[in-house]
């Protein structure tokens, strides 16, 4: 079970230190967050099959809800994009 605890706290207080260390200036700074989140599901997908098990249901509810704020930065960048055209 603690396989796969530590590299999904380590992925995620990487990926939120990451995001919110630095001011966004532009829908590039976002873009740049985007790619660091979906590297961040796959880092996730590799741990959960790495150990054989689902921790109750946890580790894919995770990846779940990261697909989705992944889809919903991956608009804001579009939108972003757009404003500024």
């Given at each position: 079970?603690?396989k796969?605890?530590?590299?999904?706290?380590?992925?995620?207080?990487?990926?939120?230190?990451?995001?919110?260390?630095?001011?966004?200036?532009?829908?590039?700074?976002?873009?740049?967050?985007?790619?660091?989140?979906?590297?961040?599901?796959?880092d996730?997908?590799?741990?959960?099959?790495?150990n054989?098990y689902?921790?109750?249901?946890?580790?894919a509810?995770?990846?779940e809800?990261?697909?989705?704020?992944?889809?919903?930065?991956?608009?804001a960048?579009?939108?972003?994009?757009a404003?500024h055209h």
């Open positions: 079970m603690k796969i605890i530590v590299p999904v706290s380590i992925a995620l207080s990487i990926f939120a230190a990451g995001a919110l260390a630095r001011d966004v200036h532009d829908w590039q700074d976002l873009h740049k967050v985007h790619m660091k989140l979906q590297q961040s599901i796959h996730m997908e590799r741990a959960q099959a790495a054989h689902d921790m109750g249901g946890h580790a509810k995770a990846i809800l990261m697909r989705q704020a992944e889809q919903e930065l991956g608009q960048v579009e939108a972003r994009k404003d």
